[in-house]
């Protein structure tokens, strides 16, 4: 069966730090691949996917960037942290034309 | 642009009533629909899904009703217990090469009344 992991779970940052934030998908091939960020009590807004290896899309210009070094492996990251980068970021995977299937989430707060 | 949203925010039902969440979209084109069900401090988990050449889907104690005409979708929970507490959020993925992504409504905090 496939499962998707992120880490870490909760992670509290100062203003300015950088930031890695990794996702890995056990159990299936080629998936696509997503970032999204929940602010607190609103609703989910994408911010990067990737159909394959080196293939990233940007859907909102932003303090973040993503790679995708290895088939299942997508990782989240900034040079510089602005407060406003706090919040619930979850990882998802999908095979084409499927629902997506989500990560348990990391909470980062920026200080 | 296109949208998808909810018409009620909150809802709030007493146990082993039904809940009904209702969901309204923009896009004509969106032929895919998700609900996700999201407890507090976990990722988004998955109920049922429905395609545009369906009106009905059923599933455990899940009825997914959707009218194309009106542009409207709607997740139906009978017997709704506590463990349904959780914010309900609808996706639609549309046709024409947008298929890879979904677009989520604002979300609707269900809670359930012992």
């Known amino acids: 069966s496939q499962t998707i992991h992120q880490w870490p779970a909760t992670l509290v940052q100062p203003v300015g730090s950088p930031l890695s934030l990794e996702c890995t998908v056990e159990?299936?091939?080629?998936?696509?691949l997503y970032w999204y960020r929940q602010a607190a009590g609103r609703g989910l807004q994408l911010l990067f996917y990737s159909v394959g290896i080196g293939q990233i899309s940007s859907e909102v210009p932003q303090n973040l960037s993503a790679s995708r070094p290895q088939d299942r492996q997508f990782i989240l990251s900034s040079k510089k942290l602005l407060l406003s980068d706090s919040g619930f970021y979850l990882c998802a995977w999908s095979v084409a034309y499927n629902e997506q299937f989500f990560g348990p989430g990391t909470r980062l707060t920026v200080l | 642009g296109e949208s998808v949203g909810l018409h009620l925010p909150t809802l709030s039902v007493q146990e082993g009533d039904n809940s009904i969440i209702n969901c309204a979209y923009s896009n004509s084109a969106s032929d895919y629909f998700i609900w996700y069900k999201q407890e507090s401090g976990k990722g988004p988990q998955f109920i049922i899904d429905?395609?545009?050449?369906?009106d009905k889907r059923q599933g455990q104690r899940v009825t997914v009703l959707l009218n194309k005409t009106v542009k409207h979708l709607s997740l139906q929970i009978a017997a709704t217990q506590p463990g349904d507490s959780a914010v309900y959020f609808c996706a639609e993925t549309g046709s024409g090469g947008s298929n890879y992504k979904l677009t989520f409504g604002k979300g609707t905090l269900l809670t359930v009344n012992p």
């Open positions: 429905i395609r545009s050449n369906m």
């Open positions: 159990g299936t091939s080629n998936p696509n």
